[in-house]
């Protein structure tokens, strides 16, 4: 038991050593480290809907310094910023996965150099980013031919057919806005990104869709869309959720948030 010290302090009676118990805090599940880009409004609002519902599970972010201007030279400058952010997550605390949070920049730099930065920090922690995370569901989904819609300009869209389908998939159909901006992308239309997918769907066959850039907002609409639409739907904010969350060891079933959040990680994909 608690004893009061001998002397009140300017008036004040003072318990010291209080007896307390420690549980797993609030990451008794798991815990996900976040890089978010300095410019995107949207993939933290999207990730709080899928974790705020989990208990035991914590979500840590940081931001790295980008510029609005979408080119692959900006894309690639981030490439020796990973490292630092990457070290100041919970720089005390182990991570069971590091998500970073730019699709055309994981694709310019290359996944392997983006993990390779990350684990120079964290040298055990599990990595993730957004195309590595569609890779996965459109394994999970068993699809190989697949329709692309993007924000981004054309020699960035260049980047992204050229990525995936080197990696094997078909992309048989691909449209953009064709936005150089990412604080204009954060703020285009859910409504418009459902036409720009309806659009996709008329212009060719395809397996399933994938709507690229952390900045575009899908999350909530999803599940609803996919239904409508009749197949598999995702983009880069939904699929690197459920890819960190799988890749941590959760297989919690949240299939409000579509088809991918019912189904488990293919095995190919454990690598990470």
């Known amino acids: 038991m608690s004893q009061p010290a ?3 302090i300017a008036g004040t009676l003072l318990f010291e050593n209080l007896p307390y118990e420690v549980d797993g805090g609030i990451a008794s599940r798991a815990s996900i480290g976040l890089i978010v880009l300095a410019t995107d409004y949207t993939i933290e609002h999207e990730w709080r809907q899928v974790f705020a519902g989990l208990d035991g599970i914590a979500l840590y972010q940081t931001r790295i310094h980008n510029e609005d201007l979408i080119t692959p030279e900006s894309l690639r400058a981030m490439g020796p910023r990973i490292v630092e952010c990457a070290r100041i997550i919970t720089p005390d605390t182990p991570l069971d996965v590091i998500a970073y949070g730019c699709t055309s920049a994981s ?3 290359g996944e392997e150099q983006v993990f390779a930065k990350i684990r120079q920090a964290r040298p055990d922690v599990k990595c993730t980013t957004p195309i590595t995370a569609a890779f996965a569901a459109f394994d999970a989904f068993g699809a190989s031919r697949i329709g692309v819609l993007t924000p981004y300009p054309a020699d960035v869209n ?3 057919t050229d990525y995936i389908t080197a990696r094997g998939f078909e992309v048989p159909v691909f ?3 064709n936005s150089d901006r990412d604080t204009v992308v954060a703020r285009i239309t859910p409504q418009s990104i459902e036409q720009g997918v309806r659009e996709i769907i008329k212009h060719g066959e395809v397996d399933a ?3 690229s850039c952390t900045s575009v907002r ?3 609409a999803c599940a609803d869309l996919e239904k409508h639409l009749g197949i ?3 983009s880069s904010n939904h699929a690197m959720a459920w890819h960190a969350m799988r890749l941590a060891g959760i297989d919690d079933k949240l299939g409000h948030f579509g088809r991918l959040y019912e189904l488990p990680l293919p095995a190919e ?3 990470n």
């Open 209 to 211: 869709i994938f709507v």
């Open 269 to 271: 994909s454990t690598r």
């Open 158 to 160: 260049r980047i992204v």
């Open 175 to 177: 449209g953009s806005f």
């Open 218 to 220: 899908l999350m909530q």
């Open 232 to 234: 598999p739907l995702t």
């Open 107 to 109: 694709m310019a730099i």
């Open 6 to 8: 001998d002397k009140a």
